[in-house]
């Protein structure tokens, strides 16, 4: 399991009811001193009410990944690779399953829906494994 410092940019892998399957960009505020548990700052949730500010909680260390490398966007996909689609204030991990002009169709198994989005939302998904950051594409060449 990763330690994380304070100041780092993680993702949050959520597990609560309408995120699962999502990932949530995230700052690590603390470790607390019990436990595998860290303080962690939306990026892109808030709080409600009349002056909303940046979400702060309380999370298991196992549902925290660091950021994912940033990599050169690929010119477009290819019908069942696996992305994230930047939506709904996260990334949330589905499978291409068309293209129209320049949008592509997106589908997510963990809710069953299906949606459109333009390059600039997708992004290629990665594993991470063993402490390294791997493209779905390369796993499913390697295990075949």
């Known amino acids: 399991m990763d330690e994380f410092v304070k100041g780092e940019l993680v993702e949050v892998c959520s597990k609560e009811d309408g ?6 960009e995230s700052k690590i505020l603390s470790k607390l001193p019990r436990g595998s548990f860290y303080k962690v ?3 892109n949730l808030v709080t409600e009410g009349e ?7 309380i999370i298991s260390a196992d549902e925290i990944r660091p950021l994912p490398p940033k990599l050169s ?3 477009t996909f290819h019908l069942h690779d696996k992305v994230d689609a930047f939506d709904s204030d996260a ?9 129209r002009g320049n949008k592509f169709s997106v589908y997510f198994s ?13 992004r290629r998904h990665l594993d991470l494994v063993n402490g390294h950051w791997v493209s779905s594409a390369t796993r499913q060449q390697s295990t075949s």
């Not at 990334?91 to 293209?99: A, C, F, Q």
């Open 19 to 24: 995120f699962l399957g999502s990932y949530l």
């Open 41 to 43: 700052k939306y990026k």
């Open 51 to 57: 002056d909303p500010l940046p979400l702060i909680e």
């Open 73 to 75: 966007q690929p010119l």
């Open 91 to 99: 990334w949330w991990v589905g499978y291409i399953t068309g293209r």
């Open 110 to 122: 963990e809710s069953n829906e299906e949606c459109e989005y333009p390059l600039g939302l997708l």
